[in-house]
């Protein structure tokens, strides 16, 4: 496996200015406010039309840890990580040494001077100003001027990097939501600092920033908020979910939102029930009975929740009972690097259960993506009448993106086939289970139904097409075929694959959150004379344009973020004459791809 | 509605539903089984309630018990789900239509022990069902292991001696906040009947812990949940009569002072005759000490040990529209309307 240890060189020539490209990191501690400092500068960037994307690496802790936010500018557009920074803010104590040794050569480095440590480089500008002075003399409540004293460092980027004042007031603006009190005392800081460096700083580095016009027609965008918003549009009726990171803010931007989009002036109650259950598996559970039900359910969770609801997941799967999970992704296996990103659940959902089980999976690969399949797994769930999981992952669920807007659903609802009395009416001999249109997927009724001939009892053992007990074997094996079946029908109902494929030899398969790091990627290749060909992946099972697409190509490389390549075995499973074709580029260290590696990766192995 | 033939002799209730529309499939359980009595008491109690078995679901875990709901109302639909997740299961079920009534079987292993977390929750969102454990102190289909609810120095053929201390199911649900709480034994047909109809006009969640005799496993006269001892040690608490809402209490029929009577939410109501122990069933510190007291005795005491009608239920909680269920809503009600995605981008940045 190629694991390359790269160090991008990025060393500016004297003298010449660097704009709109390069990474700055904020280094604090959890809990102490930093997330407000972070976000303004990030969206007053956003505001200036420069492409730019935001990383926040936390700690499992809620207060006292240190925690970075690295936000990238990049005039191409590239929104993946890089792993180097030129500038550093360094805010905490306990790393400062670090922070100080990490920045890259030629790059700045500021600093509260309420840290006292002796600066050892000389290869780089260094800045110190007094961080806890602005809040000090603001005012900000004696109790809150520890959470304003980090607008300092944004008011001495602001000046030292040239960034728009009244960008960053707008982003005040909307993290605030118009309050005027709180935007006042964190502009204020953020003001009394800029002047403070505008009167103290003489710069000596190259890196600012300028006005682009890049990032029209783009929204900035958390995937977890984005995939619960467009389960709103989806229709959701029920949700019950369990706390747990990275997945929580799936479930919140439904309960905080909901209201706004589904709640009617004048409505005989609501359209929807939300439960914080007691745990992963009565979460499940509750989905499954709604579902069972008639209704549009969901839950959310990460990998060890997704562990826990295995039992449900088998049951709904053989009784065929829609239901739709969210699996926010994190480093496993057991509690793992709980704060940290991953694509190791791909393997172990897929076959989610005892028995012979396969499950549809939804692979966004945006926030804008998070919100599509928001609302479009509910129409798959209910037409495939079986669970389906969207996987997504703490990068793309958790951290903002610039992503395009979203858009309203393009197709109705799909219900499935679900009878109501009316249309048994009209039937002579309904049975549930029965494959009546030979593309596996039976009939069903939900409780409720008043025709007396609508009942039918869910079970999780054995049964005929009547849903009846059975432990007869041709029972058992004619309906374990039938569900093959509608597994196969399902690929009729996938999103089809994102194809970018120029008649090259060498292709790239990827999906989820590796897409920004890939696409940039292919540039570097493309530039070291490697022309590839991308298939981004958007769902399993497989449509054919996923074989087309290997067949074309002599190699294919499959990136993924786990340690064993785990949807390259699943391709080598469903594609077993083109194994020797598939090779597996797999990193599993926690943190969002960088371009760097899939470069040096693909390079190494095409040595 | 009926599909029942209209026989000379079948006699039908107020629905138009003759006894055998409220049946399910034969039993598969033991002859004698405790369990076999109640399902015959559920079929009795909603024929005589005139309940459409449209408008009730079952549920269940897994064991014998949670077999029994195929043995009842098969025009009801059924749920029999996990080991110890039915609640979950009839939590998430009540979201669809809300107007309609659940009943869910569970046993003792399957209540106390592997669902011990998902009973007690249950009980705290007080979802509007009833809950029958059907407690037999063994485990039936795996072949007579203990259960949690079996007493200390139980002795069983192949398991020895059981060392521990049992779990009471209904001194859990009062520690719960359970709304309606009541023990009954399935050798008192009557009283079970009444308990179930009482139950089932219970806005929120009525449990029943109805000690109901393993005839294979643990029927020796000494232990506690055999027919046996049951008998030899039931003390009802009242004469307890359920009086549908549609029935008028004739004046005089029940003397105060000696009687006591609660309405329930759906204006059905219970008139409780009391007995030797006097007891209240809508005080909690009374039930408790009740329970106390039957311990320290060694007495079976059945009937209602505690009902507070008028607590909200999660239907109620959840603000669900009174009329029209969820399972019922189109897209017109679910999907915002197009303009709605300006808001959403507008949410973002």
Same mark, same amino acid.
């Given at each position: 496996?190629?694991?390359?240890? &790269? ?33 303004? #500068? ?14 926040? +690496? ?20 590239? #929104? ?19 922070? +100080?040794?990490? &920045? ?9 001077? !309420? ?28 109790? #809150? ?13 602001? !000046? ?28 204020? &800081? ?59 803010? &799936?479930?919140?931007?439904?309960? !905080? ?94 076959? +989610? ?176 004379? +490697? ?21 074309? !190509? ?54 | ?9 079948? $006699? ?81 079920? %009540? ?95 009557? $009283? ?57 209490? $004739? ?12 309405? %329930? ?74 303009? %709605? ?9």
């Amino acid at each position: 496996m190629a694991t390359p240890q &790269v160090q991008e060189k990025q060393q500016p020539e004297t003298g010449k200015a660097v704009v709109n490209d390069f990474s700055m990191t904020v280094a604090t501690k959890n809990g102490s406010g930093s997330q407000t400092s972070n976000l303004t #500068l990030l969206r007053a960037l956003f505001k200036m039309g420069i492409p730019i994307s935001g990383k926040n +690496l936390f700690p499992s802790n809620i207060q006292g840890l240190p925690t970075w936010y690295t936000i990238r500018l990049s005039k191409k557009g590239y #929104l993946a990580r890089r792993a180097e920074h030129e500038i550093v803010v360094a805010m905490n104590e306990d790393t400062f040494v670090e922070d +100080l040794a990490s &920045v890259a050569p030629g790059g700045a480095f500021y600093y509260g001077d !309420h840290l006292k440590f002796e600066i050892n480089r000389t290869d780089i500008s260094v800045y110190s100003f007094p961080a806890k002075k602005f809040a000090k003399d603001s005012s900000a409540p004696a109790t #809150l001027r520890d959470y304003v004293a980090n607008m300092a460092y944004v008011g001495v980027l602001a !000046h030292m990097l040239e960034i728009d004042m009244a960008k960053i007031r707008e982003a005040l603006e909307y993290h605030f939501d118009g309050k005027e009190k709180p935007i006042a005392i964190n502009m204020g &800081v953020i003001e009394a600092a800029y002047e403070w460096a505008k009167a103290n700083l003489t710069k000596s580095d190259p890196y600012r920033v300028e006005p682009m016009d890049e990032t029209k027609g783009f929204i900035m965008a958390d995937g977890n908020t984005a995939g619960a918003l467009g389960s709103i549009f989806g229709g959701l009726q029920f949700m019950a979910w369990y706390p747990i990171t990275p997945a929580s803010s &799936v479930a919140e931007g439904v309960s !905080h939102n909901i209201a706004k989009f589904r709640d009617k002036e004048g409505q005989d109650g609501k359209t929807y029930g939300i439960v914080q259950a007691e745990d992963e598996l009565a979460a499940i559970g509750m989905a499954v009975g709604a579902g069972w039900s008639g209704l549009r359910a969901m839950t959310s969770t990460s990998g060890p929740g997704i562990s826990l609801m295995t039992e449900f997941v088998g049951l709904a799967a053989y009784a065929e009972i829609p239901v739709v999970i969210w699996d926010v992704q994190r480093v496993g296996p057991s509690t793992g690097l709980p704060t940290r990103t991953s694509q190791g659940d791909i393997i172990s959902t897929y076959f +989610l259960g005892h028995g012979d089980t396969k499950h549809i999976m939804l692979l966004p690969g945006s926030a804008s993506e998070c919100f599509e399949f928001g609302w479009k797994s509910f129409d798959i769930a209910e037409r495939m009448q079986t669970p389906v999981f969207v996987m997504s992952d703490l990068d793309l669920g958790m951290n903002t993106w610039m992503t395009k807007p979203f858009e309203y659903p393009n197709t109705p609802m799909d219900r499935g086939k679900i009878l109501w009395e009316e249309d048994l009416e009209k039937l002579s001999d309904w049975q549930r289970y029965k494959d009546v249109d030979g593309d596996g997927i039976p009939y069903r009724t939900a409780p409720g139904n008043k025709h007396p001939r609508s009942a039918w009892f869910a079970r999780g053992t054995g049964h005929n097409d009547n849903a009846k007990y059975s432990e007869r074997s041709e029972d058992w094996e004619k309906n374990m075929m039938r569900l093959k079946h509608k597994f196969e029908t399902a690929v009729n109902y996938m999103p089809k694959p994102e194809v970018i494929s120029n008649g090259n030899k060498v292709g790239i398969i990827s999906y989820g959150s590796t897409d920004a790091a890939i696409l940039e990627a292919r540039d570097y290749l493309a530039e070291g004379g +490697l022309q590839t060909d991308y298939l981004r992946l958007r769902a399993v099972p497989f449509t054919d344009e996923v074989k087309d697409f290997i067949e074309k !190509h002599d190699r294919v490389y499959v990136v993924e973020m786990n340690r064993d390549g785990q949807m390259n075995m699943i391709l080598r499973l469903e594609y077993p004459e083109h194994t020797t074709k598939l090779i597996s580029l797999a990193k599993h260290d926690g943190m969002p791809l960088t371009a760097n590696w899939v470069k040096e990766a693909v390079e190494l192995q095409e040595k | 509605m009926t599909e029942t033939a209209q026989m000379p002799n079948v $006699q039908l209730n107020l629905v138009g539903l003759s006894k055998n529309d409220y049946r399910g499939a034969p039993t598969t359980l033991c002859a004698g089984c405790g369990h076999n009595s109640i399902s015959n008491q559920i079929i009795a109690a909603a024929y005589e309630l005139n309940v459409v078995p449209e408008e009730m679901i079952k549920l269940s875990g897994i064991g014998c018990s949670s077999k029994s709901p195929a043995y009842f109302l098969n025009r009801s639909f059924g749920f029999n789900s996990l080991h110890g997740r039915m609640p979950s299961v009839a939590t998430g079920a %009540m979201f669809g239509d809300h107007r309609l009534r659940a009943l869910a079987v569970s046993g003792d292993g399957d209540t106390t022990n592997i669902g011990m977390g998902q009973f007690k929750h249950i009980m705290r969102r007080n979802v509007p069902m009833v809950y029958i454990v059907e407690n037999n102190g063994v485990y039936g289909l795996t072949k007579g292991q203990f259960s949690a609810t079996a007493e200390k120095g139980l002795r069983l053929k192949y398991q020895g001696l059981n060392p521990f201390t049992p779990v009471d199911v209904v001194e859990e649900a009062m520690a719960s906040g359970a709304t309606f709480v009541a023990r009954s034994f399935a050798g008192d047909a009557n $009283q079970v009947k009444a308990l179930i109809k009482a139950a089932l006009s219970h806005n929120g969640l009525a449990i029943l812990d109805i000690i109901s005799p393993c005839v294979t496993f643990n029927n020796e006269d000494d232990s506690r949940h055999s027919y046996g001892w049951g008998r030899e040690h039931q003390e009802p608490l009242h004469d307890f009569t359920f009086v549908p809402r549609e029935q008028e209490i $004739q004046v005089g029929e029940f003397p105060e002072g000696t009687t006591k009577t609660v309405t %329930m939410h759906d204006g059905a109501t219970i008139v409780l005759k009391k007995l030797d122990r006097g007891h209240d069933p809508t005080s909690r510190s009374a039930a408790m000490r009740l329970l106390e007291d039957a311990r320290n005795e060694a007495v079976l005491l059945t009937g209602l040990i505690y009902v507070e009608p008028n607590q909200p239920s999660l239907t109620d909680v959840a603000e669900l529209s009174t009329n029209r269920p969820l399972n019922r809503m189109t897209e017109a009600d679910l999907r915002p309307d197009k303009s %709605m995605i300006e808001t959403a981008n507008a949410m973002m940045f």
